[in-house]
């Protein structure tokens, strides 16, 4: 733990912030920004120097995930209801993965965390303040890196590896075109609005990841690296 | 917070509260039939009966996955899905809606398991208040009687077993029955419930709850029978209609 922990609101009930000792990484960036390649760079990386991590990411968890994959492909989810349901299954991680792990000094790499959750459901419309006392359960973490493509770069780089682009990465629910490529363009935009506007609050860095995927690396590991000394 | 005549929807929501044992249940299922003999476009909602959220809350529940949190937020979703797809629809095309619990339930509860409770408040802020919330008041001991009497198998979370008051099932159930009464109890003037001595017979309690409801909400409008809601304007034409109707019969 590099500074004093805190939750960014209430926390999770009978836990001290205090005895989360390890340190808390979160990579944030839309699909297509690197995000899971640079994680999986990061995880070799740090095991490789002896220290152990554990991963998280958004629907990974044993209580709700395939609840809200099914809830998913029914296209039957409102707004409340999704920003609610994403929330249980954070945290039901973070009281399951996060905690523990941080309570026994590992390194936790989060792949997203709050900031994706509460983007989405700002750019549907939820109030921020609503958001903000939600998710006042997270702890603040370490250092927290969002990786940022333009919206054109994104859209080659979903297209290229999967030739087609997800119905919810593309925003169609929000209704901004019945074209799907004009959504995720338009939606990736909305998103990265909502990302600078969080960041007024939540102090993440931006790196720019329209480079190569070797000159992000580098960069996340010069500033993993000064943190990890600091320790 | 508004009720939902406040915020100009045409149709009410009418909530029942109480604790388990309390014959909440069996109250509002009798005014509902009751509504319905009359012609009333009613719908009638349970907590924690979203068909969407139903089966991870039963795995939550089964496997005792569940936290304080993640119980408040599995609850909370339930109740969103049901609040936007179904209330609010209704509401808006004038429909009575009846509710077995509402948000007060999770308040009452939640924070009896630790939740902060403007955590929990904020959490479902989303949300209008009843137009008129029953609580049905019965002694500790009367719903206890009520629930334990045939001796049944108490779940683990019904029970409050997390909360790790008692080994003891039955002891733990009364215990965290009476903190939830507590709960209830300190909101009663904060959320004008108005109180309902569940101690009198069935037949005694509908007959205050029917009166109840119909001093408080002129039911006639909400009949099946009528027209479908029309613009302002036309609105004031049709009562105008309806009052020589009126008349004429």
Request: aromatic share 10%; charged share 30%; glycine share 6%.
């Given at each position: 733990m590099i500074k004093p922990r805190r939750f960014y609101g209430h926390g999770i009930p009978h836990v001290n912030s205090e005895d989360l000792r390890?340190?808390?990484?979160?990579?944030?960036?839309?699909?297509?920004?690197?995000?899971?390649?640079?994680?999986?760079?990061?995880?070799?990386?740090?095991?490789?120097?002896?220290?152990?991590?554990v991963q998280v990411g958004l629907k990974r968890s044993t209580l709700?995930?395939?609840?809200?994959?099914?809830?998913?492909?029914?296209?039957?989810?409102?707004?409340?209801?999704?920003?609610?349901?994403?929330?249980?299954?954070?945290?039901?991680?973070l009281?399951?993965?996060?905690?523990?792990?941080?309570?026994?000094?590992?390194?936790?790499?989060?792949?997203?965390?709050?900031?994706?959750?509460?983007?989405?459901?700002?750019?549907?419309?939820?109030?921020?303040?609503?958001?903000k006392n939600l998710y006042g359960i997270a702890?603040?973490?370490?250092?927290?890196?969002?990786?940022?493509?333009?919206?054109?770069?994104?859209?080659?780089r979903n297209l290229a590896k999967t030739a087609t682009l997800d119905y919810w990465e593309s925003g169609m629910d929000l209704g901004f075109s019945r074209d799907m490529f004009d959504s995720f363009l338009k939606y990736q935009t909305a998103m990265g609005d909502a990302f600078r506007e969080l960041?007024?609050?939540?102090?993440?860095?931006?790196?720019?990841a329209n480079r190569s995927i070797v000159s992000v690396t580098r960069e996340l590991h010069k500033k993993i690296g000064a943190l990890l000394e600091q320790d | 917070m508004k009720t939902f005549a406040e915020s100009q929807f045409p149709g009410r929501l009418i909530a029942v509260e109480g604790l388990d044992g309390s014959g909440k249940s069996t109250q509002i299922y009798l005014l509902k039939r009751w509504l319905e003999a009359e012609g009333i476009k009613v719908y009638f909602s349970e907590w924690n009966s979203s068909e969407l959220v139903k089966s991870a809350t039963?795995?939550?529940?089964?496997?005792?996955?569940?936290?304080?949190?993640?119980?408040?937020l599995i609850h909370a979703t339930d109740f969103a899905d049901r609040y936007e797809r179904h209330l609010v629809p209704l509401l808006r095309a004038g429909y009575i809606v009846l509710c077995d619990r509402y948000i007060f339930t999770a308040f009452?509860?939640?924070?009896?398991?630790?939740?902060?409770?403007?955590?929990?408040?904020?959490?479902?802020?989303?949300?209008?208040?009843?137009?008129?919330?029953?609580?049905?008041?019965?002694?500790?001991?009367?719903?206890?009687?009520?629930?334990?009497?045939?001796?049944?198998?108490?779940?683990?979370?019904?029970?409050?077993?997390?909360?790790?008051?008692?080994?003891?099932?039955?002891?733990?159930?009364?215990?965290?029955?009476?903190?939830?009464?507590?709960?209830?109890?300190?909101?009663?003037?904060?959320?004008?419930?108005?109180?309902?001595?569940?101690?009198?017979?069935?037949?005694?309690?509908?007959?205050?709850?029917?009166?109840?409801?119909?001093?408080r909400i002129e039911l006639k409008?909400?009949?099946?029978?009528?027209?479908?809601?029309?613009?302002?304007?036309?609105?004031?034409?049709?009562?105008?209609?309806?009052?020589?109707?009126?008349?004429?019969?």
């Open positions: 390890g340190t808390l990484i979160v990579v944030e960036g839309a699909d297509g920004s690197g995000r899971s390649t640079q994680i999986a760079e990061l995880v070799k990386w740090l095991e490789t120097s002896g220290r152990a991590t709700v995930s395939e609840e809200l994959e099914r809830a998913q492909e029914g296209n039957v989810l409102s707004r409340t209801t999704l920003a609610l349901f994403y929330a249980t299954d954070f945290a039901d991680q009281e399951n993965l996060i905690l523990p792990a941080l309570k026994s000094g590992f390194i936790v790499l989060a792949d997203r965390y709050i900031y994706t959750l509460m983007a989405r459901d700002m750019v549907r419309g939820m109030n921020e303040t609503w958001l702890p603040e973490p370490d250092a927290v890196f969002y990786l940022s493509v333009e919206p054109q770069e994104l859209v080659q960041q007024k609050s939540y102090h993440f860095e931006i790196i720019d | 039963s795995k939550g529940k089964k496997r005792e996955l569940l936290t304080p949190t993640t119980f408040s009452a509860r939640d924070v009896t398991r630790g939740c902060p409770p403007d955590w929990v408040r904020g959490n479902y802020s989303f949300a209008c208040i009843p137009d008129l919330t029953m609580f049905f008041k019965a002694d500790l001991d009367v719903s206890l009687n009520r629930i334990l009497e045939g001796r049944p198998k108490l779940k683990f979370f019904e029970a409050g077993m997390d909360l790790r008051l008692s080994n003891d099932p039955y002891e733990s159930f009364k215990i965290f029955q009476g903190r939830i009464l507590d709960q209830y109890l300190a909101m009663t003037k904060e959320f004008n419930f108005v109180i309902i001595d569940a101690n009198q017979p069935v037949e005694k309690q509908q007959v205050i709850v029917r009166k109840l409801v119909s001093d409008k909400f009949k099946r029978r009528s027209p479908l809601p029309l613009p302002p304007a036309l609105h004031v034409v049709r009562e105008e209609i309806e009052k020589e109707e009126d008349k004429a019969a």
